[in-house]
Nanobody, 127 residues
């Protein structure tokens, strides 16, 4: 079992930055693929970014490429999402998720492929 706890959300102006953290407990994440998703009111949950813990390979949604960076800290068992140049359309609840499928498989961008989820952290970007 994996427990995920997100933090770092908040209110920021357009163009600002935030760093989200996802701390994991219950199991080492060394073989997992970790993802960030977001969900705005009345919209479906959408993929933002993901990283393979073993190789560090990453994937990003087109809407955040060049602005967001996903990374991991082995010692802290924590995944981060650095968000720069934030836009009002980035406003959403952000969720961290863990995919326990074999590490040699592709990074999944579908929420249903992830096994564990955090409770979410709200990001609000004012215009």
């Amino acid at each position: 079992q994996v427990q995920l706890v997100e933090s770092g959300g908040g209110l920021v102006q357009t163009g600002g930055s935030l760093r989200l953290s996802c701390a994991a407990s219950g199991r080492t994440l060394s073989t997992y693929k970790m993802g960030w998703f977001r969900q705005a009111p009345e919209k479906a949950r959408e993929f933002v970014a993901a990283i393979k813990w073993t190789s560090g390979s990453t994937a990003y949604a087109d809407s955040v490429k060049g602005r967001f960076t996903i990374s991991r800290d082995d010692a802290k068992n924590t995944v981060y999402l650095q968000m720069n140049s934030l836009k009002p359309e980035d406003t959403a609840a952000y969720y961290c998720a863990a995919d326990g499928s074999p590490s040699w498989t592709v990074i999944h961008t579908t929420a249903a492929r992830y096994d564990y989820w955090g409770q979410g952290t709200q990001v609000t970007v004012s215009s």
